[in-house]
């Protein structure tokens, strides 16, 4: 990247409130939709808070997801570990991201999510019934949000829950190592622990998302070491997303006590309500990250070939030229213009079912814990910030 007098203020940055940007990032998007800022290796990228401009890029064949190239930009030290620099689907380009995304397209439908309604009801009721047996107050994270998607996707997989708190550890671990060896041992026990999985499926398939995919390596479709990185990419993607969005969107609700009655009363539906729970929280803080193989010229720049660039979802989702009163929390804004599941060919694949967990999650939660709020100050909550998700290490409610 061309050097440059303009300022570029240090990114990311912590939050302090957990579902509103930092005040630079809000200092940043007013200077323009494009602009620079300095990665944790004085490296130099390109930060998209437009809208407009964010959907044009993530569209763009010019835009590389490959990070086994060093231009693709590093967001935290430990996601410079070997693991995560070739995780399968989210980090391939075409024609191989194609041919991933092919098979398993079908298996995140509309249709098969909404099949799984019933099971996700019967998940989240037996946790409500669990946290009404604890008594109050509960930990919203270990009682709610870590096991919802845990037992949902395990389900899907084909994965024994009882070992929910190996792979949950161990995703975390991948997700936000504390540093690059920690990512790559998470990394090397999960493919471990996948590895016999996927080899037992081999020889006796079940009626589950892996015993599936293996039916591609009879037909030569797929490999058996990349069913093994496909079910840890799924798991990696599907658990800390939706477990770290559920407290963070109850902390945005719990402190606006009029959208909350609105979600409890049925005002909003909790279909429409979680668009701005998603749009709001922005839990991953970036639609994608990527680097440029060809020079592309938008708005006035020239993003140059080798540049990093940086989507971030939390100010896309705040454009002023899409939202009114984008800081505010409306319920009923009822729009689906957010990039929090990211746009082009790697948007989100799980969005269907993680839309369909977090309504059921919010809906079954203010109904059946009315009197919902904090047991304990605000403050004394931890926020958990390593790298790339937003999330809070324990909410204890009472109701
Ligand atoms: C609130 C929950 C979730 C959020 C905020 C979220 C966010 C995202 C984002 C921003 C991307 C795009 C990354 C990029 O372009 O580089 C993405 C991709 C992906 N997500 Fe999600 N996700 C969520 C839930 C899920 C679930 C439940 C699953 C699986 C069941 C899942 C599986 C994936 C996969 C496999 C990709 C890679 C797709 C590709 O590269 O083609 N996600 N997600």
Redesign the pocket.
Known sequence: MSASSVEAPSFPVRRSCPYQPPDVYREISTRGPINQVTLWDDRRVWLITGYAEARRL?ADERLS?DRSYDAYPTMAPHLGAPAARKLV????DPPV?HH??RL?NPE?SLKHARALRPDIERIVNGLIDRIEELGSPADLVEHFAAPI?SL??SA?LGIPYEDHAFFQTATAGVMQGRDPEHTEASAAELVRYLDRLVTAQERKPDENLVGRLVAHVESGELTHDEVVQ?AM??LI???E??S??IPISVLALLEHPEQLAALRDGVVPAAIAIEEL?RI????D?????WITDDIEIDGLVLKAGDGLV?S?TMTNRDDRVHAEPYEVDLARASRQH?????????????N???L??EIAFETLVRRLPGLRLAVPSEELVMRRTGTMQSVERLPVAW
């Open positions: 993530l997801s689907l989210v980090g391939e991201h991933h995304r398993l995140f998607p949902v996707m899907l496909l990419v799924l993607a599907g658990l997303t939706t770290s969005m998603l929280t922005a839990v991953t970036f639609a994608g990250v990527r989507v979802s990039l929090t599941f990211g746009y082009g060919i790697h948007q989100c694949l799980g969005q079912l993680a839309r967990q977090l």
